[in-house]
T-cell receptor, first 114, second 112 residues
Framework: EAGVAQSPRYKIIEKRQSVAFWCNPISGHATLYWYQQILGQGPKLLIQ????????DSQLPKDRFSAERLKGVDSTLKIQPAKLEDSAVYLC????????????FGPGTRLTVL | KQEVTQIPAALSVPEGENLVLNCSFTDSAIYNLQWFRQDPGKGLTSLLL?????REQTSGRLNASLDKSSGRSTLYIAASQPGDSATYLC???????????FGSGTRLQVQP
């Protein structure tokens, strides 16, 4: 079974630039999550999708961050414009709606904002 | 607001030792608690999941316990090996939510 795929794995940009991350969850997983993990901290939820609808985006900085999950499969997370404090690893995870509560994580995208 | 704390932040032990990692959470209204392993440059791997009605879960050399009323969980690793070196994260799923709240992790180094 293929795992959660993310790209790119690494990205370096300058502040005020834009960046986008892509995630492909495990086939059949209806729930998709984006987490931000700052160095030395645990992951923090940014946004949660159920199919193509947003379930929880209470911690998403909506003035600069946006995310979408068209067709309820792949998802993209965008930052525009980026700030220095956005430097972090962005993790995507997916889970089944019923049956299993386990979240499966992708390898993450490491973003460095200079 | 749910907060999850992990102690210690870092731990170094010689190979073969048994060890305990601690996790505490402020709100006992949880659906479940999970322990994850994170290797450098990689995503998280789920190790054990304990439902709120359970007291412990075991997988191989790992044993996780949950005391929901006191807001505590421990991860016990028996006969540690260098391959166990990683960061271990504790996360709770608050009741009514599907997303997880994570601790900052314990960075474990097992010396050969």
């Amino acid at each position: 079974e293929a795992g959660v795929a993310q790209s790119p794995r690494y990205k370096i940009i300058e502040k005020r630039q834009s960046v986008a991350f892509w995630c492909n969850p495990i086939s059949g997983h209806a729930t998709l999550y984006w987490y931000q993990q700052i160095l030395g901290q645990g992951p923090k939820l940014l946004i949660q999708f159920q199919n193509n609808g947003v379930v929880d985006d209470s911690q998403l900085p909506k003035d600069r961050f946006s995310a979408e999950r068209l067709k309820g499969v792949d998802s993209t997370l965008k930052i525009q414009p980026a700030k220095l404090e956005d430097s972090a690893v962005y993790l995507c995870a997916s889970s089944l709606v019923v049956g299993s509560d386990t979240q499966y994580f992708g390898p993450g995208t490491r973003l460095t904002v200079l | 607001k749910q907060e999850v704390t992990q102690i210690p932040a870092a731990l170094s032990v010689p190979e073969g030792e048994n060890l305990v990692l601690n996790c505490s959470f402020t709100d006992s209204a949880i659906y479940n608690l999970q322990w994850f392993r994170q290797d450098p440059g990689k995503g998280l791997t789920s190790l054990l999941l304990i439902q709120s009605s359970q007291r412990e879960q075991t997988s191989g050399r790992l044993n996780a316990s949950l005391d929901k009323s006191s807001g505590r969980s421990t991860l016990y690793i028996a006969a540690s090996q260098p391959g166990d070196s990683a960061t271990y994260l504790c996360a709770v799923r608050p009741t009514g939510r599907r997303a997880l709240t994570f601790g900052s992790g314990t960075r474990l180094q097992v010396q050969p």
